[in-house]
């Protein structure tokens, strides 16, 4: 998931009736407001970039801004003037998302630049929004720190991966998270304990905000043992997934007891395509994008999926991916 937002994302997402998306149509905002939301900032702005180069899936229409913000005070700066000048944010994180081709209005916020990691007493981790997950768990091995090898393979970073709870067989964020460093809808940075985090599966209930930073809580480990889970785990996930190729990870959450990658193998759906979108041969929960798959052409597919497991098996499937956009 990216890093993430986010001023709250669609939650439930069945099928039946179309992917829902989750940032409404909004007319584009004028350009002085949009320069005045974003006078100041340390970081960088690009305006109209292309969204595509920044997800996992390459694929994404414009931002009418995009913004890096260089530290949580320059985010609670950004957070504050979109306020006062009405424009709409939309944190970019993750990657479990699609953008649609017609792009995202108002600021897009990308915290690559949030990526300082600190160690504190008592093998607790401090680390920023924008810190990617590998480089996290290499931290941890570094430190001989135990818990996070649950997080072997998880691309996204830890802004997104708290955001959505992120997780594998092995464990989930809810495990470690002990507080999470938050920039309120007013541009207040905020401390959350976990305890005030409501957690479910690829789903964390968080304050409304933007995620700057969180607290993990780890153990002292043996780091052989903590690289030998590791190494294990992500030569399998490499022998099952199609990680060489541009995808949003895993397109729906597992149902109860059985795996979504099942369900679509036996509804015959592995392989299919619509334009350059493919139901992955490797994993048929994936969609890769051969090369230039456009989002139409992802929602095409992920519907004819939902529709063929669904009148096998009569299981209606639930979006684990993120669709955001303009439709
Ligand atoms: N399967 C098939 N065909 C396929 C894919 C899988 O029959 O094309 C079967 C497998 O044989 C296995 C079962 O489905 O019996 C489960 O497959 P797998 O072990 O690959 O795990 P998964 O449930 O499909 C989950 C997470 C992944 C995570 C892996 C590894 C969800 C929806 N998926 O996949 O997470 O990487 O476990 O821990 O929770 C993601 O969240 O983006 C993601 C990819």
Redesign the pocket.
């Known amino acids: 998931m990216i890093g993430e937002v986010t001023m709250r994302e669609g939650g439930r997402q069945g099928l039946t009736s179309g992917p829902r998306v989750s940032v409404p149509d909004r007319k584009v905002p004028h350009v002085r407001d949009l320069r005045a939301a974003v006078a100041g900032l340390r970081g960088e702005v690009r305006f109209g970039a292309s969204l595509h180069e920044f997800t996992s899936f390459r694929i994404g229409g414009p931002a009418d801004a995009l913004c890096f913000p260089a530290d949580v005070e320059d985010l609670s700066r950004l957070v504050r003037q979109a306020k006062t000048e009405k424009i709409p944010i939309f944190v970019l994180g993750g990657t479990?998302l699609l953008v649609r081709d017609r792009g995202i209005r108002g600021l897009v916020v990308s915290l690559s630049k949030l990526t300082a990691v600190r160690d504190e007493p008592d093998s607790v981790v401090y680390a920023e929004g924008g810190v990617g997950m590998p480089t996290l768990m290499k931290h941890a091995i570094s430190r001989s720190l135990t818990g996070l090898e649950w997080a072997a393979?998880i691309p996204g970073t830890l802004g997104g991966s708290v955001v959505m709870n992120a997780g594998?067989?092995l464990g989930e964020m809810r495990q470690v998270l002990k507080a999470v460093r938050l920039v309120d809808p007013k541009g207040k940075i905020l401390d959350v304990p976990a305890s005030a985090i409501w957690f479910s599966y690829r789903r964390a209930k968080l304050p409304r905000g933007i995620v700057a930073g969180a607290w993990l809580q780890l153990r002292p480990g043996n780091r052989e043992q903590i690289e030998t889970v590791v190494k294990e785990y992500l030569h399998h996930?490499r022998d099952?997934?199609p990680l060489a190729q541009p995808s949003a990870?895993?397109v729906?959450?597992?149902p109860p007891n059985d795996?979504?990658?099942?369900l679509?193998?036996a509804a015959g759906m592995?392989g299919a395509r619509v334009g350059d979108a493919q139901v992955s041969e490797k994993?048929?929960?994936f969609v890769v994008n051969l090369g230039r798959a456009r989002a139409a052409d992802v929602i095409a597919l992920i519907k004819q999926v939902g529709r063929a497991v669904e009148e096998q098996t009569g299981i209606t499937l639930e979006l684990?991916l993120k669709i955001v956009g303009q439709p």
């Open positions: 479990n393979g594998t067989r996930r099952t997934q990870g895993c729906f959450k597992n795996a979504a990658g099942r679509i193998e592995k994993h048929a929960n684990e």
